[in-house]
């Protein structure tokens, strides 16, 4: 019994094919991660953030924990207690200098059929989300912020929320 050594045919047609092809990919790949490059100076940047959130009914309802201050907190702390929410949470970006509007907005919607399992989910943000953020489900519901400010609108909250839970 003996290993085989020898190399492999590279003078099949479909090897040198598959070869060039992922050499091809790769050089394009590099190119577009080259930081600092002129051409790639308008390149939309997300700001960091951390998110915490939870599935309720037909919804995933989260913050962003960065835009918290002690009385939303408390508020958020309150809401996901009300709603026996489980929360996890998710930091972007994840690997300094990979801050793209588009790795942003891939790790967000990861994020969000993480928690809400179904691509139909519907979103709701209790913050504002940082410049550049955005998913397709996403619905405009009244800030923590303004429910502090206005009571009435955690009505408001609810009534969206049971308008349409399981």
């Not at 051409?39 to 919804?59: C, M, S, T």
């Not at 793209?100 to 943000?125: D, H």
Request: overall charge negative; hydrophobic content about 40%; aromatic content about 8%.
């Amino acid at each position: 019994y003996s290993f085989d050594t020898t190399a492999p045919n590279t003078s099949n047609q479909a090897v040198t094919s598959l070869v060039d092809t992922v050499v091809q990919q790769t050089t394009v790949a590099s190119e577009q991660i080259h930081f600092g490059n002129d051409q790639h100076e308008n390149i939309v940047k997300v700001a960091p953030f951390d998110l915490q959130g939870g599935r309720y009914g037909n919804w995933v309802i989260l913050v962003d924990i960065q835009a918290l201050n002690n009385e939303s907190q408390k508020l958020w702390q309150n809401i996901t207690q009300a709603l026996s929410i489980s929360c996890e949470t998710t930091s972007f970006p994840i690997c300094e200098g990979m801050d793209t509007a588009e790795l942003a907005n891939a790790s967000f919607a990861g994020y969000v059929f993480k928690i809400g399992r179904s691509e139909e989910i519907q979103v709701l943000t209790l913050t504002a989300l940082p410049e550049g953020l955005e998913h397709p489900n996403l619905t405009t519901a009244p800030t923590l912020d303004e429910m502090l400010a206005d009571s009435s609108l955690k009505r408001q909250l609810w009534e969206m929320l049971s308008s349409s839970a399981d």
